[in-house]
């Protein structure tokens, strides 16, 4: 078991380059079931708040559940809604013999952590307050993405799932959430089994576009 006494908290991930730890922050899907201090939990929650909002309204929250018995509890909805919500893709899979590989690969992944999602050792859900009624997700989207890279930074393995909000109202309300304080991600978080590594990507020559958007067709 890793403690704080294994590393300094102040320095740790400190001196990782940031593109090179937005390049290499790929989803970490298999976690091992060795704890993870608080206070690694803690340093990336910070990094999340230093995410922008408007009007500087910082309206995120954290819930880290790491206790077993209310982490099977939400295991026990993800993965039944997980489950419902892959099928169709597997079937899919199974029918067309061309379905990508690749794809086919992420699924898998996808539903080992779901089957295995109980043995996380941090299940981060990121909250905030409601604004006229509406989640304010331009501003925990940068903050999930902050903490998604602070993770790699000091080495935890995570990955981003929405899949919770099946089970939503279920969930938070177990969470002491309510609908003015709704979930918008939840992020497993542990020590990778596996390296972090750059994902596929196409080239940003193929996304960008200076001006305005040209097709193929243009001259």
Request: aromatic share 8%; charged share 30%.
């Amino acid at each position: 078991m890793k403690s704080p006494n294994d590393f300094d908290i102040e320095t740790i991930g400190e001196d990782l380059p940031l593109l090179e730890g937005i390049r290499t922050a790929r989803a970490i899907r298999r976690l091992s079931t060795e704890p993870v201090p608080k206070e690694l939990i803690r340093k990336v929650c910070e990094a999340g708040t230093f995410s922008p909002s408007g009007g500087n309204r910082q309206p995120w929250i954290f819930v880290a559940v790491t206790e077993p018995e209310r982490k099977a509890f939400i295991a026990e909805r993800y993965v039944t809604s997980f489950r419902r919500y892959i099928e169709p893709a597997f079937k899919a899979a199974e029918e067309d013999p061309d379905f990508p590989k690749a794809k086919v690969r992420n699924m898998k992944a996808a539903l080992h952590l779901a089957e295995h999602i109980h043995e996380a050792p941090v299940l981060l859900f990121v909250a905030g307050w409601t604004r006229r009624g509406e989640k304010q997700s331009e501003a925990l989207f940068p903050c999930i993405q902050n903490i998604l890279l602070a993770c790699r930074a000091v080495g935890l393995g995570a990955s981003l799932t929405t899949i919770h909000q099946l089970d939503g109202e279920d969930i938070d309300r177990y969470l002491g959430l309510n609908e003015k304080t709704p979930s918008s991600a939840l992020i497993p978080i542990g020590w990778p089994i596996g390296k972090f590594g750059k994902p596929p990507r196409e080239s940003v020559d193929t996304k960008l576009h200076f001006e305005r958007v040209r097709s193929g067709d243009d001259a």
